[in-house]
C-alpha cells in the first residue's frame, strides 16, 4: 500500500509551548488528510479535515485556533498544537487519502505535554 | 455513515482462523464495508474492504451477507502478530471521513 510518514513519533513539550507535527505522503499525492487524535483506550476521534490549497474543517469541538492545520502541498499535511497545555497530551494520527480506493494513515504522534 | 456494532473482545489462537463479525443493518446501497486494524501504539492499517462481493488479498477474506447487514472479516491462520483492535467501517468512499467505532480487541494466543 501507499506510504504516509508522520514525524516526530513521540515529542514531550513544555507547557505553553507549541508542537508541529508534520504528515507525508511519500509515494502518492494525498488531495485530503485528515488528523485524528486517540486518548489512552479510546477510539480514534475525528479532528479535522483539510484539502489541497483550502482552509480546514474542523469537527464540533474542536478549537481551530489551538490546532492548525496547514496543507499546503499535496504531499504536506501539519498540524501545529499551540499552546499545548497537558490536557492536549495524546496520541495523534493522520490519513492520506488520493486517487485510491483507501485512506492510509501514518504512524502517529505521541505528544507529552508536561 | 451507517453504524456498526462488533463484539468487543474475541481470542484465537495463533494458526487458527480468526473470524471477526461486524453488523451494519442499516448500510445502505452506496456504502462500503470497510476493515481496518490497529497494533498498539501505531496508526490503523487498512485491510481490506468491499460493497456486495466476497473480496479476498493477501491479508485477509471478507464475506458479507447477500442483504449486506452483516459481514465477517476472515484472517486465515492468525499469528501473535495479529494481535490488534480491528474496525470495521461502513462509508461511501474511500476518501470520505472514517468515524471510528470501538472495534474489536483481538487476542491471538500461542
Known amino acids: 500500500g501507499a506510504v504516509v510518514s508522520q514525524h516526530p513519533s513521540r515529542v514531550i513539550c513544555k507547557s505553553g509551548t507549541s508542537v508541529k507535527i508534520e504528515c507525508r505522503s511519500l509515494d502518492f499525492q494525498a488531495t485530503t488528510m485528515f488528523w485524528y487524535r486517540q486518548f489512552p483506550k479510546k477510539s480514534l476521534m475525528l479532528m479535522a479535515t483539510?484539502?489541497?490549497?483550502?482552509?480546514?474543517?474542523?469537527e464540533q469541538g474542536v478549537e481551530k485556533d489551538k490546532f492548525l492545520i496547514n496543507h499546503a502541498s499535496l504531499t504536506l499535511s501539519t498540524l501545529t498544537v499551540t499552546s499545548a497545555h497537558p490536557e492536549d497530551s495524546s496520541f495523534y494520527i493522520c490519513?492520506?487519502?488520493?486517487?485510491?480506493?483507501?485512506?492510509?494513515f501514518g504512524q502517529g504522534t505521541r505528544l507529552t505535554v508536561v | 455513515d451507517a453504524k456498526t456494532t462488533q463484539p468487543p473482545s474475541m481470542d484465537c489462537a495463533e494458526g487458527r482462523a480468526a473470524n471477526l463479525p461486524c453488523n451494519h443493518s442499516?448500510?445502505?446501497?452506496?456504502?462500503?464495508v470497510y476493515w481496518y486494524r490497529q497494533i498498539h501504539s501505531q496508526g490503523p492499517q487498512y485491510i481490506i474492504h468491499g460493497l456486495k462481493n466476497n473480496e479476498t488479498n493477501e491479508m485477509a477474506s471478507l464475506i458479507i451477507t447477500e442483504d449486506r447487514k452483516s459481514s465477517t472479516l476472515i484472517l486465515p491462520h492468525a499469528t501473535l502478530r495479529d494481535t490488534a483492535v480491528y474496525y470495521c467501517?461502513?462509508?461511501?468512499?474511500?476518501?470520505?471521513?472514517?468515524?471510528f467505532g470501538k472495534g474489536t480487541m483481538l487476542l491471538v494466543s500461542p
Open positions: 483539510s484539502n489541497e490549497g483550502s482552509k480546514a474543517t474542523y
Open positions: 490519513s492520506a487519502a488520493g486517487d485510491f480506493t483507501e485512506a492510509f
Open positions: 467501517i461502513v462509508t461511501n468512499s474511500g476518501y470520505s471521513t472514517l468515524t
Open positions: 442499516t448500510i445502505s446501497g452506496n456504502e462500503y
